[in-house]
């Protein structure tokens, strides 16, 4: 009994030290990302940058292309998720405008058509 | 009998518990990556990140933003990135904007340039702004101050070509409160010589562009033409060297014309000749252009 209590804990140290090792010394380094894995704050960032292309440039369909990189979601999904954080955490009231006009062209656009829908 | 077994028993449990430790970390429940950040992103995907950074620079002309996003690659020198693949961008055929947004970026870090923002004053108020200096912000007001207090200038940096050059060339004199050079005025050709350079292995057309002050000027666009062919490119792309800088590599047998997109006369007859350097070798000549506005 007392030898199996000693293999079950040594079992158990050194599953700790497997565990250490892997999460804290040597973790699963992921080098290679794609956007879809950014955090919420940097794809807020993404979307603005988008936002403020769009609002000098006013090409819809480049800026599609750019939020398509980011996510499968639909665009104005990655937008609307974007405005909301940026709401939530207080982005100037440039940036919001910015990110509200992006999304209101966004829900007029007509993807059958490729066009603006009036 | 127990005595004989020793107590390898212990370090057996110890390993297969460092084994299933390490595949319940590795494999069952690695690290997660759903918050990752931009400077853990595949190459080309950073690639792509440089581009829109560089096209919302175009848009917004805040320099403090786009430093601090650019900052979020980890890239060892950031300009540097920016120049090269800008060169890399027009090798491969794509976009002009695009490279030229990249080119003037980089142009402008190089610079450390004042921001031209169109909102007034710059508010830094998303997550990733408030990460700029205030010191830096203030610079930026203080400069279009300045700028506002003088001449009225353009508070976008626009996506014309012609009038982005006029925007950048702004930038320098400004800050040493220096008269600004005339918005617009044609180039002209005030310097043209053929040169005998070894170390360049290849024969190229230079161009550079200055404005009125004498300072370097980015983002012009510059045509060459050649029987059954035409490129264009713009200087600011290697700010290595200059951000008034750009070159074109010729082919032997053929005669270029150059002219500056936004006019100018044409420059006939540039084609390259062996000549011989100072050291005695034969190479093939380059031609050096100067254009500055009146």
């Not at chain 1, 009231?93 to 966004?106: G, H």
């Not at chain 2, 009998?1 to 429940?29: K, P, S």
């Not at chain 2, 976008?156 to 060339?169: M, R, V």
Request: glycine share 8%.
């Amino acid at each position: 009994m007392t030898r199996w209590f000693g293999f079950l804990l040594a079992m158990a140290v050194g599953a700790a030290g497997g565990l250490f090792y892997g999460w804290v010394i040597d973790p699963v380094k992921y080098i290679d990302t794609t956007p879809d894995a950014l955090r919420i704050d940097y794809r807020s960032d993404y979307v603005l940058m988008t936002a403020e292309v769009f609002q000098v440039e006013e090409n819809l369909p480049d800026a599609i292309r750019r939020l398509a990189l980011l996510d499968d979601a639909s665009p104005v999904q990655i937008v609307s998720q974007a405005l909301e954080f940026a709401e939530q955490h207080g982005y100037s009231p440039e940036d919001l405008a910015a990110m509200r006009f992006l999304y209101q062209a966004l829900q007029s656009w007509n993807p059958v058509l490729g066009t603006l829908t009036p | 009998m127990r005595d004989e077994r020793g107590y390898w028993y212990l370090l057996t449990g110890v390993l297969i518990g460092a084994v299933l430790g390490l595949l319940y970390a590795w494999l069952v429940q690695p690290v997660q990556y759903t918050h990752t950040s931009p400077a853990s992103l595949r190459s080309d995907f950073k690639d792509q990140y440089r581009r829109l950074i560089s096209a919302a620079f175009l848009a917004n002309g805040d320099l403090v933003r786009a430093k601090a996003r650019l900052d979020l690659l980890n890239d060892e020198d950031s300009y540097r990135v920016l120049a090269e693949q800008a060169q890399r961008s027009m090798a491969e055929g794509a976009s002009f904007d695009e490279a030229r947004a990249m080119g003037l970026l980089a142009a402008a870090i190089k610079q450390g340039a004042p921001v031209i923002s169109p909102t007034l004053p710059p508010v830094p108020a998303s997550p990733l702004a408030e990460t700029t200096a205030p010191e830096a912000a203030l610079t930026a007001t203080l400069a279009v101050t300045l700028t506002l207090d003088g001449t009225p200038l353009p508070l976008f940096i626009p996506t014309s070509p012609s009038l982005s050059a006029t925007a950048s060339s702004l930038q320098a004199p400004l800050l040493a409160l220096t008269p600004s050079p005339t918005p617009g005025a044609p180039f002209v050709l005030v310097n043209r010589e053929q040169l005998c350079d070894s170390g360049l292995g290849q024969a190229q057309i230079q161009v550079l562009a200055l404005d009125a002050a004498a300072q370097p000027v980015s983002g012009v666009e510059i045509i060459v033409t050649w029987a059954g062919g035409e490129n264009h490119f713009f200087t600011g792309l290697q700010p290595e060297i200059s951000v008034g800088y750009a070159d074109f590599t010729m082919t032997p047998g053929i005669t270029y014309t150059l002219r500056l997109a936004e006019g100018g006369q044409p420059i006939p007859g540039l084609s390259t000749s062996e000549c011989k350097g100072a050291d005695g070798g034969t190479y093939l000549s380059n031609w050096r252009l100067e254009f500055s506005q009146p």
